[in-house]
T-cell receptor
Framework: QVQLVQSGAEVKKPGASVKVSCKAS????????LHWVRQAPGQGLEWMGW????????NYAQKFQGRVTMTRDTSISTAYMELRRLRSDDTAVYYC????????????????WGQGTTVIVAS | DIQMTQSPSSLSTSVGDRVTITCQAS??????LNWYQQKPGKAPKLLIY???NLETGVPSRFRGIGSGTNFTFTISSLQPEDIATYYC?????????FGPGTKVDIK
């Protein structure tokens, strides 16, 4: 079945970096944009950006520009999100989510979600 | 950025009741609006896409309508398993943005 499986929880110190992985299965990885969405404790959902797995092209929310890098390895159907210079307010659950359609260039619904990766930033 | 507002922020009602949630965009987003359900500790689940299309496998008691700036999400007869937080999300303009959520509880 179609699924996204994310890497495990992380605890980081302020100023460090974290890299979360998202492994896709059950569909052709390069056919659908992958998005990253985060949720701080008790808060709502926040879109961070997307990657086009076919081209490697990315689009980041301005809030994260300069701190986030989204990459992919098509040979293992895995996407990555690295966030640098972590702060305490980066503590959140980070989700990868697959677009609904192949053809909308990322402007789309999030149909398939990973299980989430908890990232805690604390000294 | 397009701001999404939802009302109410929370509601408590009885099993079998009709639930209505509204979502308003700060500018015209045509029908580029989706609805998600999120249960505690779980990833969100897509319910409605393109304002009114029911995602495969989602019960028909869930319905979405609207276009432009005003959208409505309805649960025709609330079931115990519908206890969750519901979010709208626009995909007209970057950055993609979500509403703040509506928490639905049973009285």
């Amino acid at each position: 079945q179609v699924q996204l499986v994310q890497s495990g929880a992380e605890v980081k110190k302020p100023g460090a970096s974290v890299k979360v992985s998202c492994k896709a299965s059950g569909y052709t990885f390069s056919d659908y944009h992958l998005h990253w969405v985060r949720q701080a404790p008790g808060q709502g959902l926040e879109w961070m950006g997307w990657i086009n797995p076919k081209s490697g092209g990315t689009n980041y929310a301005q809030k994260f520009q300069g701190r986030v890098t989204m990459t992919r390895d098509t040979s293992i159907s895995t996407a990555y999100m690295e966030l640098r210079r972590l702060r305490s307010d980066d503590t959140a659950v980070y989700y990868c989510a697959r677009a609904l359609y192949r053809s909308r260039g990322g402007f789309d619904a999030f149909e398939i979600w990973g299980q989430g990766t908890t990232v805690i930033v604390a000294s | 950025d397009i701001q999404m507002t939802q009302s109410p922020s929370s509601l408590s009602t009885s099993v079998g009741d009709r639930v209505t949630i509204t979502c308003q965009a700060s500018q015209d987003i045509s029908n580029y609006l989706n609805w998600y359900q999120q249960k505690p500790g779980k990833a969100p689940k897509l319910l409605i896409y393109d304002a009114s299309n029911l995602e495969t496998g989602v019960p028909s008691r869930f319905r979405g309508i609207g276009s432009g700036t005003n959208f409505t999400f309805t649960i025709s007869s609330l079931q115990p398993e519908d206890i969750a937080t519901y979010y709208c999300q626009q995909f007209d303009t970057l950055p993609l943005t979500f509403g703040p959520g509506t928490k639905v509880d049973i009285k």
